[in-house]
C-alpha cells in the first residue's frame, strides 16, 4: 500500500481534475515554502511532501500507477494482477518495478542506467539591518559568516584530488537501493538511499586529506551584496551555492532577509512616502511656504491659505525610486496649537477672534447650524 496518500497532503480529492491539482500544489507551496519559514524543519518536510505529491499527480501515467497503488493495498508475486513477477491485467506498464521505478524517478530512482540525484546543502537564512535610506536608495553591503565551504582540493566529492572515486557497486551509480521484503501480507518491494554511497551513486578510493573526505571545510565566507533602492522589511535577496556545502552535492543558498529600521521623519508603504508636517496656526491661515524633506534634499513646497489640520497633499514623484518605478510624498498638515501664550498675546487672539465671523469656517458653520437644527442652541455661545 502507499505509505503517503498524495490526494490528502495537497487537500484534493481522488477526482480532482489536473487543473485542480495545480491549483492546490501553488496554494500549498506558497503555505509552506522554506523561503517564508527560515530554519524551520517541520516547514522543510512539509513542502518536500507537497513536491513529491505533485510530481507524481501532475504526471497522468504516473498518477494511474499509484492510484492502483491505492485501490489494491498488499498486492505481491502470485496474487491476482500479479504473475511470475511480472505485471498483467494493466496494459502498457510491464513490471512492477517499472512502474514503481517511474512513479520515483523524480527521486532520485528509476532504472538502472539513470543518473544518483544530486544531494543539495542545507540553505543559510542570515538577517541584514539596513537603515532607512540605504533600503530606499539601494547600497552595498559586505555580508561575513561562516558555512561549510565546498573544499577546493577534491572540488566537493571528498575524494582525493577530486577523482579518486568509482562508481558505486551496490547501487550501480543510481543512488537508490530496492529492498524486497517478505511479510505476513506477502513480498513488497520499497526504494531507499543506498546505504554503501549515501546516496551519491559513487564510492570514494581515497579521502581528500584537507576535508577528511567530507567533501568540505568549514571557513568564513564573504559576500557582497547589491542592494537594490526599495529594500523593504521581510524582503531578501537569495545568492544561490552561498549556503552549506554537503559531501558530494551542490551548496544550498544564502538567504538574506532585509530588516529597515524606522526613520525620524518618514514613513513608507512600497514606494510611497508618508510624512506629518507640523505648521503654525499662521502658515495654516495664511499660507506660506515650508521646507520638507526629501530622500535626497530638501525642498520647498507651498502651503494654501486656509489650510485645515488634517489635510493631506500628494507630490508626485518623491517617493522612493526603484526599478518598478518612482512613488509619490504625501504630505499631511498638522496645525500646531502654541500650549502657552502671554497676556498679550491672548489679548491680541481675542480681538481678532471677536473680528471674525463664522461664515469663515465653513466647518464651525456646518456644526453650528446643525446643533441650532437638533436643540435650538448655538454651541459657540456658552
Excluded: W
Excluded at 481534475?17 to 509552506?32: E, G, L, W
Excluded at 581515497?206 to 577528511?212: A, F, R, V
Excluded at 522612493?320 to 512613488?327: F, N, Q
Amino acid at each position: 500500500m502507499a505509505e503517503k496518500n498524495y490526494y490528502e497532503i495537497l487537500g484534493v480529492d481522488r477526482k480532482a481534475s489536473d487543473d485542480d491539482i495545480k491549483a492546490a500544489y501553488r496554494k500549498m507551496v506558497k503555505m509552506y515554502h522554506p523561503d517564508l519559514h527560515p530554519n524551520d524543519a517541520n516547514a522543510a518536510a512539509k513542502f518536500k511532501e507537497i513536491n513529491e505529491a505533485h510530481e507524481v499527480l501532475s504526471d497522468p501515467k504516473k498518477r494511474q500507477a499509484y492510484d492502483y497503488e491505492l485501490d489494491h493495498p498488499g498486492m505481491h508475486a502470485g496474487a491476482g494482477g500479479f504473475s511470475g513477477g511480472g505485471f498483467s491485467g494493466f496494459g502498457g506498464f510491464g513490471g512492477f518495478s517499472d512502474i514503481f521505478s517511474d512513479i520515483f524517478s523524480g527521486f532520485g530512482g528509476g532504472s538502472g542506467t539513470a543518473q544518483a540525484a544530486q544531494k543539495q546543502g542545507e540553505d543559510i537564512t542570515i538577517e541584514v539591518r539596513l537603515s532607512f535610506l540605504d533600503a530606499a536608495k539601494g547600497c552595498t553591503k559586505e555580508i561575513r559568516y561562516n558555512r561549510n565551504e565546498p573544499c577546493a582540493s577534491c572540488k566537493g566529492t571528498g575524494a582525493k584530488g577530486g577523482t579518486a572515486f568509482k562508481t558505486c557497486e551496490r547501487c550501480g551509480g543510481t543512488g537508490r537501493r530496492r529492498v524486497t521484503q517478505d511479510t505476513l501480507f506477502g513480498r513488497t518491494i520499497r526504494e531507499t538511499v543506498c546505504d554503501a554511497c549515501g546516496g551519491t551513486g559513487k564510492t570514494i578510493l581515497e579521502s581528500c586529506p584537507d576535508c577528511k573526505g567530507k567533501g568540505y571545510t568549514r571557513k568564513e565566507t564573504v559576500v557582497t551584496l547589491n542592494i537594490p533602492a526599495g529594500a523593504d522589511t521581510n524582503s531578501y535577496m537569495r545568492k544561490k551555492g552561498y549556503g552549506n556545502a554537503v559531501t558530494g552535492g551542490v551548496p544550498g543558498d544564502l538567504i538574506v532577509v532585509f530588516r529597515v529600521e524606522p526613520h525620524k521623519l518618514f514613513k513608507r508603504k512600497d514606494k510611497d512616502l508618508y510624512i506629518e508636517l507640523p505648521v503654525s496656526y499662521k502658515i495654516a491661515a495664511l499660507g506660506g511656504k515650508v521646507r520638507v524633506p526629501g530622500i535626497d534634499d530638501s525642498f520647498e513646497y507651498l502651503i494654501p491659505e486656509g489650510t485645515q489640520s488634517g489635510t493631506t497633499f500628494c507630490v508626485r514623484g518623491k517617493g522612493l525610486k526603484t526599478r518598478v518605478g518612482t512613488g509619490n510624498m504625501y504630505i499631511t498638515v498638522q496645525v500646531e496649537v502654541p500650549t502657552k501664550l502671554t497676556r498679550d498675546q491672548k489679548k491680541e487672539l481675542e480681538e481678532m477672534d471677536a473680528g471674525l465671523d463664522i461664515k469663515q469656517s465653513a466647518k464651525m458653520r456646518a456644526f453650528r447650524d446643525n446643533m441650532q437644527a437638533m436643540y435650538g442652541v448655538d454651541p459657540y455661545k456658552v
